[in-house]
């Protein structure tokens, strides 16, 4: 991985003075930043529906009714990851480290994936080198998919606007089959390599035996169901997390109003950090209680880029301060209803399909 050196610039005192009001919002409320009791409420809530819906299902004793408990576990799950996982993963769900590492842990391995290699490049990659190839390790170079300047425009590449929510529907399965194993042999198409301890190889094996035996052989075992419709329940639940997955996240950093920023010869990056976590991501609906509840907060990838430390439970009652600031320092926010994000989220597969460089859109506010 790249390290990169940042510039000082507006977004410097822009993040001082945010990080100083946010800590004074937090010391007048006499609030945690953490998790209160509402996250305690989501967090239950959704680990209950997720052994409810294993429950009815794994003992259903009508194949469609068995089909549809089998989808809602596998919503139930991602929605887990996007509310618990995510901000134990950051330290915040809870107060106590034990806890938000339990969490995280266990919310994440029952997934099939693993949490020590996912935990590790999110926090010290994607969330240090938002959007810079060769250090933001969620960049891949996929050769069905053009997605940087510095991959090769192909002819087809002119359609991947059309065929790329069809390669959206994999992103599930492989993630759970093929992307963690060929991060082990070093054969991952992201731009950075990693190494994985062994014992954590061991146990991203064991994990996703674990996951195969209770999503697929275990139904096989004890439902009177032809285990080719199992297997089809499995299959559609991935392509169904996926679509879903990708909709929320896709936007936020695949648009064509967020730049891609290049390191001088150096390592400089000529725009400080706080700055980059700006110019690289789009939010939508952040006013919405409905998708903080739901969505976790991903729907406001801005502000949480900036303040990791601080659990998604907050951000609507953050936000005037952070509009409020970054209005005073000169720092664009892009913030758009889902649909304006989805659209540009498919002008930027289109001009990155035919266009050889890429400029993004200025954003007006």
Known sequence: MKKIKFSKDEG??????????????????????????????????????????YSLMI???????????????????????????????????????????????????????????WGKNHNESHHLYTNIEGSDIDIIHNPLVRMTTSQDLKWYHKFQHLYTPFLYLLYSLNWFLFREFLMIFNRSSRTIKISIPKWEIVKLIFFKVC????????????LPFDWRFIL????????????????????SHLSDYVEHPET?????????????????????????????WVLGGFNAHALHHLLPNVCHVHYIKLLPIF??????????????????????HFRFLKKMGEQTEFKPMAYEI
């Open 59 to 117: 003992t259903s004793s009508s194949v469609w009714i068995f089909f549809v408990l089998y989808i809602l576990l596998g919503i139930s799950v991602l929605l887990t990851a996007f509310n618990v996982s995510h901000d134990a993963a950051h330290g915040v769900a809870v107060k106590s480290k034990f806890w938000n590492k339990l969490l995280f842990q266990l919310s994440f391995n029952l997934q099939g994936n693993n949490a020590y290699v």
């Open 264 to 292: 001088d010869v150096e390592g400089r990056l000529a725009m400080s950090w706080p700055k980059l976590q700006m110019c690289t991501s789009v939010d939508y609906n952040v006013d919405s209680s409905f998708l903080n």
């Open 232 to 251: 089809l329940a499995f299959l559609f639940n991935h392509f169904l997390v996926s679509i879903i997955f990708t909709a929320v996240l896709a936007v």
């Open 323 to 344: 509009r409020k600031l970054a209005k005073k320092h000169g720092i664009i926010y892009m913030e758009m209803s889902y649909l304006e994000a989805l659209k540009s």
């Open 211 to 222: 996951y195969l035996s209770y999503m697929v052989v275990l139904p096989c075992l004890l």
């Open 12 to 53: 410097s005192l822009f993040y001082k003075e945010l990080n100083e009001s946010i800590k004074n919002y937090f010391e007048e409320n006499k609030i945690n930043k953490t998790g209160n009791q509402k996250m305690m409420f989501k967090i239950i809530m959704y680990f209950g529906l997720v052994m409810l819906f």
